[in-house]
């Protein structure tokens, strides 16, 4: 019998499997995309002398006649509607079940309910408060549970950050960083297992990412990931221990081998020098709203702008990134609605790459037992600079 795979945090797998993912979720973008499209005109009808209409793919239809349970006891707008419509996508159906609509955490234990639901469904996507719930869940649960957000990981948002970079790739200067890594040139097109040609991922060079803010569950994720994909990570936050990474996380850095390549200050500006990518999240989570008038102090200078950047030293075509849903104390409008910005096609991002982890660990059941060296035809990892 095979074991059941969950996924926690990005931490859980390999820097080839977080790019099997990413290369798997652009591939279901762009197979997907034509379907939902406008319908092409009727044959004949003068529209459709001019523009042919494109060659539809079907995307995996790995969720055919399944349910997807979405447990969510926290808020959520993009998570939710992204997991929503790639269920859709993947012939299968997302039954969201909020914290006033099941028994869940009132009336019935986590244990009880991973089994009655997994017993129901072919996959769980779990928002839950502490980190533990989620390990609970997926403790006891039939089928595989997938963390949608918990008090110290958000693997999903991480890889929507990845695809956007990659899709991005052109706006980044092409010189090499001290690792001495320079992009190959681009291929136009590549083949993704026997389904002909697609426009391939576009590589990514090693990029300088700086995150201003708390150290919330985006951050975390991104600790245990962007150094494994040879980029270099700079981190901001307040003095106080409570703005840093707790334990568990150093722990994974640790068990990784990339607590070192983690550089971290209280100074915002010295966090975004040479940074490509600047990225911050809200200072005040689901759950902290007592604590707001004192991070709001904590925080005081850690407003991501122009003159930030500019005196910190970031890159001149520095680009910036935030998961949103975004405070102005944060970044201010001129960064977030400004042509550095990348937070609308982020959040976009959002359904491919859940869409990708729903065929793969909910559909397939292969995302932790294969692929964890293979990449598909011409696809490759950037070097650790470490
Ligand atoms: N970024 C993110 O997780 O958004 P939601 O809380 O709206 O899902």
Not at 7 to 29: E, R, V
Not at 96 to 109: A, H, K, M, P, T
Request: glycine share 6%; with cysteine.
């Amino acid at each position: 019998m095979r074991p059941v795979p969950h996924l926690m945090s990005l931490a859980d797998l390999t820097a080839a499997q977080i790019h099997w993912i990413i290369i798997h979720a652009h591939y279901l973008k762009q197979t997907s995309l034509p379907w939902l499209a406008p319908q092409a005109a009727a044959p004949g009808t003068s529209a459709a002398l001019y523009k042919k209409p494109p060659p539809l793919r079907m995307p995996s239809q790995s969720l055919f006649n399944k349910s997807i349970a979405l447990l969510f006891s926290k808020r959520s707008t993009r998570t939710r509607v992204a997991a929503e419509t790639a269920t859709v996508l993947l012939g299968g159906r997302a039954l969201f079940l909020g914290r006033e609509d099941i028994q869940l955490g009132v009336n019935e234990s986590l244990r009880d309910s991973a089994r009655v639901i997994g017993g129901m469904c072919e996959g769980i996507f779990a928002r839950v408060g502490a980190h533990e719930e989620i390990e609970e869940l997926a403790q006891h649960s039939p089928v595989p549970v997938l963390n949608a957000l918990s008090s110290l990981w958000h693997p999903t948002q991480v890889l929507a950050d990845l695809l956007t970079l990659h899709e991005h790739a052109q706006l980044f200067s092409a010189t090499p960083n001290e690792s001495g890594f320079a992009p190959s040139a681009p291929t136009p097109t590549q083949h993704v297992r026997g389904k002909g040609k697609l426009p391939r991922l576009p590589p990514l060079r090693p990029l300088t990412v700086a995150y201003v803010g708390d150290s919330a569950n985006v951050l975390h994720d991104m600790l245990v990931t962007y150094p494994r994909l040879g980029h270099t990570i700079r981190v901001a936050s307040p003095e106080n221990e409570k703005y840093r990474a707790p334990k568990p996380v150093w722990d994974r850095l640790v068990q990784l081998g990339i607590e070192k390549d983690i550089f971290w200050t209280a100074d915002p500006r010295e966090a975004v020098h040479g940074a490509d990518l600047v990225v911050t999240d809200t200072w005040i989570s689901m759950g902290q709203e007592a604590e707001k008038e004192q991070r709001l102090k904590d925080f005081q200078g850690y407003q991501v702008t122009e003159q930030l950047c500019r005196e910190g030293g970031a890159k001149p075509d520095w680009k910036f990134m935030h998961c949103l849903p975004r405070k102005e104390h944060e970044v201010d409008d001129e960064v977030f609605y400004g042509p550095r910005s990348l937070v609308f096609p982020e959040a976009d991002n959002r359904k491919w790459t859940i869409m990708a982890l729903f065929d793969l660990l909910f559909g397939k059941w292969d995302l932790l037992e294969q692929k964890k060296d293979i990449l598909p035809d011409g696809a490759t990892i950037p070097k650790a600079s470490s």
